[in-house]
């Protein structure tokens, strides 16, 4: 049975830098994890940050992309630690799918903050995401779930 990786904070576990989660109803999803399918995983905290914890959003600068909280830390080792956590993962269960929180400078994966905490969004991808999807995992998040469903039904 296909595994999926999935974003905790989507299960309710309160991992949001805020303190919060994003707790996502969905009766799939519900027999997904019956099933034990889901592999959990929040990227930031992986990598070994906090909650709650200071806004963080990526900037990119020529080449370079580096991810800043609010407060102006370089987080950018954390950010990446816990992508190569969520591949290694991956990895360990075969994962083809991920399910991963839109907007995020960890999981977005068509959009994101621009980097100026002015709440505007860009297209645009999170460090998980991108290594995800650098090594061959299709990134879902909750906007294009049902397309997730229609994909592993099929398959």
Known sequence: MEKIL???CFLGNKVRYD???NLLTNTTLKRWKEDNR?????PELAGGLNTPRAPAEIQ????TIIVKTITGQDVTY??????NQA???CQ???IRYALLKESSPSCGSTSIYNGEFSQQKIAGQGVTTAILRANGIKVFSENNLQALIDELTVS
């Open 6 to 8: 999935i974003s905790s």
């Open 38 to 42: 889901l592999v959990v995983i929040c």
């Open 87 to 89: 591949l290694i993962l």
């Open 92 to 94: 360990k269960h075969n």
């Open 78 to 83: 954390a950010f990446e630690h816990g992508a």
């Open 19 to 21: 303190g919060g989660d």
């Open 60 to 63: 990119v600068t020529g080449e």
